[in-house]
């Protein structure tokens, strides 16, 4: 992912709140557009960075779960 996207994003999303954030997710989410895709990474790469090992792996099983269905 290009370093660009990421500030891009970072700048675009300073300031929002938890609801803005949730509506920024759920609109990518909704209207199912490829190029949104690389957005919600970011999102998820944030989270990651800053979150905790317990979380990190309940996070896991619940992918490994979505995924195996």
Known sequence: MDFQIREAITAN???HTA?????VVEDAIQRGEEH???G???FFEK???MTDETSKQSVLSELAT????
């Open 13 to 15: 999303m300073k300031g």
């Open 19 to 23: 609801t803005d954030i949730r509506g």
């Open 36 to 38: 949104l895709l690389p």
């Open 40 to 42: 919600l990474g970011v």
């Open 47 to 49: 989270w990651w960075n």
């Open 66 to 69: 979505a995924f195996a269905k």
